[in-house]
């Protein structure tokens, strides 16, 4: 089983360039998100969707944006990207919201922007 | 507003010997409790919630986890430690309240020398 798989894996931008990340899940799961991850700081939840065409802002949405055109898919894009915006990635999904709180995470998307 | 603590940034065990690892939160209500782990560049797992119920929860690992409500405390156990355990353990909580999102702790860096 695939499970939630994110593309890119790495990634290297200019500041001021813009990108999409991919994440897809395979588990038909209604609800996902995207976090990043800094050292020392835990994860940090971006933005979330409870469902096809749904979106919500997270902790840190500022500087993201992100669609769910397809159940199955969650993109978050950085229109223009800044060196703060250096970090790990994690897309997850779950079943039941975050009321059981049993996310199935991606590997993560290392993204370095310069 | 809920927040979670996790007080140690490493914790240090030889292989066989018990193991806790921390964690205190802060929410208006009941809470959903979890831990994660995550390996080297890859995904937080899921280890083990407390919805509610038995205060000793069980999960994957031989891992456990004591729910104490006077103590706002979910620390995180396991009789023997492996040096396979060694990884970054995650504390996350949730008020039981719609609407609210997963906050998880910074994480604690668990290394079992052998």
């Known amino acids: 089983n695939a499970g939630v798989t994110q593309t890119p894996k790495f990634r290297v931008l200019k500041t001021g360039q813009s990108m999409t990340l991919l994440c897809a899940q395979d588990m038909n799961h209604e609800y996902m998100y995207w976090y990043r991850q800094d050292p020392g700081m835990g994860l940090r939840l971006i933005h979330y969707s409870v469902g096809e065409g749904t979106t919500a802002k997270g902790e840190v949405p500022d500087g993201y944006n992100v669609s769910r055109l397809k159940k199955q898919n969650f993109l978050l894009g950085l229109e223009s990207a800044a060196p703060s915006q250096t970090s790990v990635y994690f897309c997850a999904s779950s079943s039941s919201g975050q009321r059981t709180g049993e996310l199935f995470f991606g590997e993560g998307s290392r993204l370095t922007v310069l | 507003a809920q927040s979670v603590a996790q007080p140690e940034d490493q914790v240090n065990v030889a292989e066989g010997n018990p193991l806790t690892v921390k964690c205190t939160y802060s929410v208006s209500g009941n809470p959903y409790l979890f831990w994660y782990v995550q390996y080297p560049n890859r995904g937080l797992q899921f280890l083990l919630k407390?919805?509610?119920?038995?205060?000793l929860v069980k999960g994957s690992y031989g891992f456990e986890a004591e729910f104490n409500k006077s103590q706002t405390s979910f620390h995180l156990k396991k009789p023997s430690a492996l040096v396979s355990d060694s990884a970054l353990y995650f504390c996350?909580?949730?008020?039981?309240?719609?609407?609210?999102?997963?906050?998880f702790g910074k994480g604690t860096t668990l290394s079992v020398s052998s």
């Open positions: 996350a909580v949730r008020a039981n309240q719609a609407g609210t999102a997963l906050i």
């Open positions: 407390y919805i509610t119920g038995d205060n």
